[in-house]
């Protein structure tokens, strides 16, 4: 069973950044795969961004150049800079983890506008 805790959603600034966390337990975390993905209202779940256990990434293409995840498994976290933020990524984001299951944290809101 692993647990997700994200935090750093808010209200920014079109253009702005914001730098999402998400806070794993369990002793494990470096085997799982993690990733971000966003819901927007009236809209399906959609992938933002993946990182293996190894490190390699992915990334949806309206981010990809926008978005940065990484990973410290010393610290069993999961993070993602947002930069150069638009409107359409406004969002309810989650953290998930995969190892022959899945697993969701509640979601952290960001809120892009002027």
């Known amino acids: 069973q692993v647990q997700l805790v994200e935090s750093g959603g808010g209200l920014v600034q079109p253009g702005g950044s914001l730098r999402l966390s998400c806070a794993a337990s369990g002793s494990i975390f470096s085997r799982y795969t993690m990733g971000w993905y966003r819901q927007a209202p009236g809209k399906q779940r959609e992938l933002v961004a993946v990182?293996?256990?190894?490190?390699?990434?992915n990334y949806a293409d309206f981010v990809r150049g926008r978005f940065t995840i990484s990973r410290d498994n010393a610290k069993n976290t999961v993070d993602l800079q947002m930069n150069s933020l638009k409107p359409e990524d406004t969002a309810v984001y989650y953290c998930n983890a995969r190892w022959f299951e899945d697993y969701w944290g509640q979601g952290t809101q960001v809120i892009v506008s002027s």
């Open positions: 990182i293996t256990s190894g490190g390699s990434t």
